[in-house]
């Protein structure tokens, strides 16, 4: 069971470059998240979702896209990177709500935007 | 205006010397509080889930709080592999359909042998 995984670890963009970062889960959880953590922001949401095929707007979503077309995946992607994008990337997941559930984060990926 | 403050930001504790770290929140309608454990270069690891004023729970030598206004996290005779940054989170009653969390900026603690 790896839980929450995350791929790249690391990666370094050009300005304006695009990538996509991958959060896969083994759970079978329904709800997934993905986060940026800034030094002395702490953790802000980006986009989420409560489902497959869905998704939906969190803190800080512009200069972002997100799709979840599978339960178990759920991308993120930067069209044209900035540097204040320069961030560590978590993604996250839980069981569907009924109750307040925790999350459960991979370990993360580090972007530099050049 | 900030849901979550930590408090404080960085501690520094002799190895056996207990303290306590501060979670305020101001949220209405409160249906979980969490704490969790971040080391360095990882993502969060979960610890506790709180529910309602009063609740108390135990994981080695961590034991966390709850009031109406406030979650302590105390630390009993910390070891250096204590040393983490502690994140508090707090879910409200409007966030019931999708499981957000608003988190804190984090108490970063440094235990010395």
């Known amino acids: 069971n790896a839980g929450v995984t995350q791929t790249p670890k690391f990666r370094v963009l050009k300005t304006g470059q695009s990538m996509t970062l991958l959060c896969a889960q083994d759970?079978?959880?329904?709800?997934m998240y993905w986060y940026r953590q800034d030094p002395g922001m702490g953790l802000r949401l980006i986009h989420y979702?409560?489902?497959?095929?869905?998704?939906a707007k969190g803190e800080v979503p512009d200069g972002y896209n997100v799709s979840r077309l599978k339960k178990q995946n759920f991308l993120l992607g930067l069209e044209s990177a900035a540097p204040s994008q320069t961030s560590v990337y978590f993604c996250a997941s839980s069981i569907l709500a009924g109750g307040p559930h925790e999350q459960f984060f991979g370990p993360g990926t580090r972007l530099t935007v050049l | 205006e900030d849901q979550v403050t930590q408090s404080p930001e960085a501690l520094r504790l002799q190895e056996g010397e207990s303290s306590s770290l501060n979670c305020s929140y101001t949220v209405s309608g409160l249906r979980g509080l969490f704490w969790y454990r971040q080391d360095p270069g990882k993502g969060p690891e979960f610890l506790f889930t709180?529910?309602?004023a009063g609740e108390e729970k135990e994981k080695e030598r961590l034991k966390a709080t709850l009031t109406k206004k406030e979650s302590f996290l105390h630390i009993t005779a910390p070891k250096p592999e204590d040393s983490a940054t502690y994140l508090c989170?707090?879910?409200?009653?409007?966030?019931?359909?999708?499981?957000?969390?608003?988190f804190g900026k984090g108490n970063q603690v440094v235990v010395i042998p």
């Open positions: 759970m079978n959880h329904e709800y």
């Open positions: 979702s409560v489902g497959e095929g869905t998704t």
């Open positions: 709180l529910y309602s």
């Open positions: 989170a707090v879910q409200d009653g409007s966030q019931y359909g999708n499981n957000r969390l608003a």
